[in-house]
């Protein structure tokens, strides 16, 4: 008898994660519950399952949970859920095109379809460490959910293609209640317990984190020069503002990692960007009009120090020449012309807001370098 731990097909998938998202056509993805793990994804939402997923005419039985917070949809709520696809859960060594896992998200918030491939496709093209994505069109137990987006796992083969180095902790940015408010993770006594762990095998103390708010209490600006790539920094700042991810670090403190294994320093790396590329409103010179909350503290440190102020200023606006020279808008066109009929076709995407909000995002990242060009007009 074949043990169940073994793939359902003859093998992998060859070649890099670059072959699964170079495509300009969706994913075909095909998720398989059976009846006991359907039932215990409505008891335990978070926790890994038994399923079989077929993606692209390739099957595995995999691992499965469902994903998000204010995203968050129910396996039976009659919308999209979101997927955390894990290959070598219950097949010790299986890969995809060489990942370990596959993120499959809903874009709740996003009608249109494009702002996380919009966001992380600019980190891509000016140079920064992003998620590399596709959109698939994705049915669960034979009934269709509609169009989602899979993006590689940040793990630590995530790590190691990307940094060449995976040895360090990384951690996601995220908020926790505390007292009826929320207290979003940052480099401060009170951020660094809110800041997530996210390497398995490595102790979750975050002393890195912590030795490094001691020397920035002590020191700011050597601080950073000693603890975190600097340039990085700037770069990755520089983009939350050009993609108007005004929901990540410089926004709010919320939706971003932060990686500590690099000789170079901490770097910082984009995530949760569904509702970037939209807001041009918010947007500022000191880079978002900020309602609520207080800005994170490394942001706040660029704009107090006037060094470091004009230094991030000619980051934006180098890089915002050489994403004007890019072809992201035509690459962001590409895919939605690629998932248009798909959207069209499906139960649960809206066909007008999707056009609406498509629409809105094109237009923005065609008017987006001449909005940062004059910024500080």
């Not at 335990?44 to 038994?50: D, G, S």
């Not at 207080?294 to 606006?317: F, H, K, S, Y």
Request: glycine content about 10%; aromatic content about 8%.
């Amino acid at each position: 008898m074949v043990s169940t731990l073994l793939a359902c097909s003859s093998g992998p998938p060859e070649g890099p994660p670059e072959a699964f998202f170079a495509p300009d056509t969706p994913a075909v993805i095909a998720i398989t519950l059976p009846p006991s793990s359907r039932a215990s994804l409505v008891e335990a939402p978070r926790e890994y399952v038994r399923a079989t997923v077929e993606i692209d005419g390739w099957r595995q039985r995999v691992g499965i949970r469902l994903k998000g917070r204010g995203s968050f949809r129910g396996i039976d709520s009659g919308e999209k859920p979101a997927f955390k696809i894990d290959f070598d859960r219950y097949a010790p060594g299986a890969r995809f095109h060489g990942m370990r896992g596959l993120t499959l998200n809903n874009m709740a918030s996003d009608p249109s379809l494009l702002a996380e491939t919009a966001c992380y496709a600019a980190f891509g093209a000016a140079g920064h460490a992003t998620l590399q994505t596709r959109h698939a069109r994705v049915t669960l137990d034979g009934d269709d959910l509609g169009v989602l987006l899979a993006l590689e796992d940040t793990d630590r083969d995530y790590l190691e293609r990307t940094f060449g180095d995976a040895r360090g902790n990384q951690y996601e940015g995220t908020w926790a209640a505390q007292g009826g408010e929320r207290v979003f993770a940052d480099f401060t006594e009170a951020g660094v317990p809110v800041f997530e762990h996210d390497t398995a095998g490595l102790p979750a103390d975050r002393a890195d984190l912590l030795a490094f708010v001691a020397d920035l209490d002590a020191d700011p600006v050597r601080a950073v020069e000693e603890h975190v790539d600097l340039d990085g920094l700037l770069r990755f700042t520089a983009l939350e503002v050009w993609t108007l991810h005004w929901d990540g670090y410089v926004g709010t403190r919320n939706n971003y990692r932060v990686y500590t294994g690099l000789e170079a320093g901490f770097q910082l790396v984009p995530w949760g960007c569904d509702d970037a590329m939209r807001h041009t409103a918010l947007l500022r010179p000191t880079g978002f009009e900020r309602p609520t909350g207080e800005p994170g503290r490394l942001w706040q440190l660029i704009q107090d120090d006037g060094v470091l102020r004009e230094a991030w200023r000619t980051t934006l606006l180098d890089l915002d020449e050489t994403l004007a020279s890019s072809t992201l808008l035509e690459d962001v066109a590409r895919a939605a012309d690629a998932i248009e009929a798909d959207v069209e076709g499906s139960a649960l995407d809206d066909a007008a807001p999707w056009a609406s909000g498509r629409d809105w995002v094109l237009d923005t990242l065609a008017t987006q370098p001449d909005r940062i060009a004059h910024l500080f007009d």
